[in-house]
């Protein structure tokens, strides 16, 4: 007779708890819409609290930011968190809440992937880290994107229609103004230095000493930073402090990365009367520039166009998601975080990169011998600045290209041209040459 023993029933594995998130954003700051992404948030919420095996990692949200830009900074504190191993799975209303730019899509997912992070898309019902997921986001998100080019198209359509009529349309705030329901009014004290910069640059006061006597008197600017001769200059040339409108000075030229360009001529432009209440008369107005062009003649200034910068809106900080600004150090152009220009390091640490890095980069990643400007706005989606030492080079058909760079000192990048200028400097002034970097 067989010999039987009895067997215990194996142990049933342990199942894991899945760390979920949400994203969720919205494209308009309108309240409507902003109720919507409160909507979102709490729905969210209590999905992911009622379902069995997940536990809670948060909620990220987006207001008034578009699925087209990698500025987002929720979306990038997202995937922060991702990289950091916070989170097993995302959870979001659609692809078109996600991303409608293909390419940023598949690049996201894809990394998200490697890192063991997958992306349930509600809509569609579908997961991207699972059987033909890639296959059928890619089909997805090529519909996306042509919805987002209709609707940038319609948007466009009526944007110009009110231009036509002589409608304001897509007033930014500035100094001396405010929003309120929907209506341009007026902030009575910075209104008051408006009339005065125009009142003294008539009365034969020069921008440099304008801007001196504001930081004098402590004068503060819209979004902080100082008086400049510049913006000054600005001020006195925008006729919206007359209560009218030059409509169409910019236009969208790409819908996926809403790049925007001077209008040189390429579409009408609408000069509107009496759009908004003004801060100086039109005659006013009309004197100051009479007086600019007078004086610009006078000193014999010859009339610049503006110079578009071809790396403006690509150069991107990892750590924020803000672009990076190009500013003036030393003589040099370099690179820095709009952040940190605005809010100082403690918002955001990234470092300031030499123009001349990004363009070597660029030429040794695309084997060029030459910066093509033409060609890197065809060929290039961004470059992103992932750490203090690491620029990203990403292409339009999601390749991308990574290099390490070290941040010279102040002292290093003395260039010996730079090092006599300035011992000349010091000597005109009378001044003991001071002993220069080596």
């Known amino acids: ?33 902003l109720q919507s992404l409160s909507a979102q948030v709490s729905y969210f919420s209590a999905y992911i609290q009622h379902h069995p095996g997940w536990a809670f990692a948060g909620v990220y949200a987006d207001e008034a930011v578009t699925g087209t830009q990698d500025d987002r900074p929720e979306f990038q504190r997202l995937l922060r968190d991702c990289r950091e191993g916070k989170i097993d799975l995302i959870v979001t209303k659609a692809i078109s809440r996600f991303a409608r730019n293909t390419v940023t899509l598949l690049k996201t997912t894809r990394e998200l992937k490697e890192l063991g992070v997958g992306v349930f898309f509600q809509k569609e019902g579908l997961y991207s880290n699972r059987g033909q997921g890639e296959m059928i986001l890619t089909l997805l998100a090529a519909v996306a994107q042509e919805e987002s080019r209709a609707v940038s198209e319609n948007c466009k359509w009526r944007i110009r229609s009110r231009f036509k009529k002589g409608e304001l349309v897509n007033f930014h705030f500035m100094y001396g103004y405010r929003m309120h329901r929907g209506k341009v009014t007026l902030a009575p004290e910075e209104a008051a230095v408006v009339a005065w910069i125009f009142d003294a640059y008539l009365d034969g006061l020069g921008c440099e000493a304008i801007s001196a006597a504001l930081r004098q008197q402590d004068t503060p600017t819209l979004m902080g930073g100082a008086w400049t001769a510049n913006r000054v200059m600005r001020m006195l040339k925008n006729e919206k402090y007359a209560g009218n409108a030059l409509l169409q000075k910019r236009y969208v030229t790409d819908h996926i990365t809403k790049k925007q360009v001077r209008n040189q001529g390429q579409l009408p432009r609408y000069y509107a009367e009496c759009t908004h209440p003004g801060i100086v008369t039109p005659e006013t107005f009309e004197k100051a520039q009479q007086l600019i062009e007078r004086n610009r003649l006078k000193n014999n200034i010859a009339f610049k166009p503006p110079i578009s910068q071809p790396l403006s809106g690509k150069v991107l900080c990892r750590n924020c998601g803000k672009p990076f600004s190009r500013v003036m150090r030393g003589g040099q152009p370099k690179w820095q975080c709009a952040t940190y220009l605005r809010k100082g390091r403690d918002a955001c640490p990234a470092r300031q990169v030499p123009e001349q890095v990004l363009l070597a980069f660029i030429c040794d990643s695309l084997g060029w011998q030459r910066f093509d400007a033409q060609a890197f706005q065809a060929r290039v989606a961004a470059i992103q600045v992932t750490s203090p030492s690491t620029l990203q080079l990403v292409l339009a058909d999601g390749q991308v290209f990574e290099t390490a760079w070290q941040n010279r000192s102040r002292s290093e990048s003395w260039t010996a041209e730079m090092k006599q200028e300035a011992r000349e400097r010091n000597l005109r002034k009378g001044n003991t040459p001071c002993k220069q970097p080596a």
């Open 1 to 33: 007779m067989a010999s039987v023993k009895q067997v215990l029933p194996a142990k049933a594995p342990e199942l894991k708890t899945v760390r979920v998130a949400a994203y969720a954003r919205v494209s308009t700051g309108k309240d409507a819409m």
